[in-house]
């Protein structure tokens, strides 16, 4: 008896640890992921930029550096304060809330979205003053066809069909944070949706 359970000890033993060790890479791999992600943003944001306005040589030099020089100031300013945001976060996560905090929480956020968007005001001005007509049709190309796509994924003209895909967004949403969800959560999605 006392045999099997130290093998038994053993074997939970080694599983736990695995478990522990898997865990920590999956944190390790989201981290490195956040990391990779954050250390490209600026080339990121270059595509998701040039794919609306097809900037010429001179515009690409131009808004290269724009946003190397605002990812720089981020990274310099805005990262060791988000720091301070989130130890305060942890602590204030433990204590009860209310709608005066949730409202300075707001506030905080939207403070730093500001700065961070002021920023850009200078440098888009000044790349505004090159776009070209033919870049201003391109940007209304995109905008039609990403207003196209959204009345086809959330406006569809059936009323029954908007319902239909708007219970499926709720569903899939809801199952992606809390896993399946049975026919009666899915029942009741359906009817706070309608």
């Keep these: 008896m006392i045999t099997m359970f130290n093998a038994m000890s053993r074997s939970s033993s080694r599983y736990a640890i695995i478990a522990l060790l898997a865990a920590a890479l999956c944190l390790l791999g989201a981290c490195s992921a956040l990391r990779f992600g954050y250390n490209q943003a600026d080339e990121l944001a270059y595509w ?11 515009q690409s030099l131009q808004v290269r ?11 310099r300013a805005q990262l060791p304060d988000y720091t301070g945001l989130l130890v305060r976060a942890q602590a ?3 204590e009860p809330t209310s709608a005066e905090r949730v409202c300075k929480w707001w506030e905080s956020a939207r403070s730093r979205v500001d ?10 001005a000044e790349l505004l ?5 033919q870049q201003i049709a ?23 069909q908007r319902r239909k895909e708007s219970i499926q967004r709720a569903v899939d949403r809801a199952e992606s944070f809390y896993g399946r969800i049975d026919e009666a959560q899915r029942e009741r999605i359906a009817k706070s949706v309608a």
């Design 129 to 133: 003053l090159s776009v070209t007509p």
């Design 65 to 75: 550096k724009a946003l190397a020089q605002w990812h720089a100031w981020h990274r």
């Design 48 to 58: 998701w930029l040039d794919s609306y306005a097809d900037f010429n040589d001179t």
């Design 115 to 124: 700065a961070a968007l002021e920023s850009t005001v200078a440098p888009a």
């Design 138 to 160: 391109h940007i209304e190309r995109r905008y039609a066809k990403a207003n196209a796509e959204f009345l086809d994924d959330y406006l569809q003209a059936d009323p029954v």
């Design 92 to 94: 204030e996560a433990l």
